[in-house]
């Protein structure tokens, strides 16, 4: 961190040098010249990697940032660029490219498998009133490259989130923690419709 906040003044002083004098702006910014011209030398220095780098962004945007260190190093090596994927995330840190979380729809089983309900609402996502219309479903999501697994509760009167769970793996007792806590907010009698994606 100190290397890096003396890189950043040894910056400002660069650009202001020719306007102030140097041996004011180094005191001002209290950095010894022999410290200043080290890292002046070394941001001069040619940055091996500024072709991979500007490959990275331009990867990076192709995929609108849903590509990680990991896929992007794969397209990198399809282009000739030869570098692991520890330098991809290094670089791509610096860069300041971080992969936005990627979503999809849960399957668990494709099959026909159990009862499945009669579907209740028949895409009527319209309720009068709360605790009248509930749905719910099973999300994948990537987050730092781990799958991760949302079940949420809305209330289709308000959009409010009912309730939710969020776990590494998509077992029962996910679901069942969920409905535990949304049932528990609502009274007994109140002619609730729960949908989900199996009635």
């Not at 490959?55 to 992007?72: F, K």
């Not at 570098?83 to 979380?101: A, F, P, S, W």
Request: a positive charge; hydrophobic letters at 35%; charged letters at 25%.
């Amino acid at each position: 961190m100190a290397i890096e906040r003396r890189q950043h003044k040894t910056l400002v002083v660069q650009k202001l040098r020719q306007k102030y004098s140097l041996n004011l702006l180094l005191s001002i910014t209290q950095l010894p010249r022999a410290t200043f011209y080290y890292h002046l030398k070394q941001m001069q220095k040619t940055d091996k990697y500024t072709s991979i780098k500007e490959e990275i962004t331009t990867i990076y945007h192709e995929n609108r940032g849903r590509y990680g260190y990991r896929r992007i190093m794969t397209v990198l090596r399809s282009r000739g660029f030869l570098v692991n994927h520890k330098t991809v995330q290094r670089l791509m840190k610096e860069l300041g490219l971080i992969c936005r979380v990627r979503m999809k729809k849960y399957r668990s089983y494709k099959g026909n498998m159990g009862k499945i309900a009669p579907n209740l609402l028949n895409r009527d996502f319209h309720a009068d009133k709360p605790n009248q219309k509930w749905v719910t479903d099973v999300t994948e999501f990537s987050l730092f490259g781990k799958k991760l697994y949302l079940s949420p509760i809305l209330d289709l009167h308000s959009s409010d989130l009912v309730s939710y769970t969020i776990s590494d793996r998509p077992v029962l007792s996910m679901v069942t923690t969920m409905l535990n806590e949304a049932f528990a907010k609502i009274p007994d009698r109140t002619n609730l419709i729960l949908h989900s994606d199996q009635g």
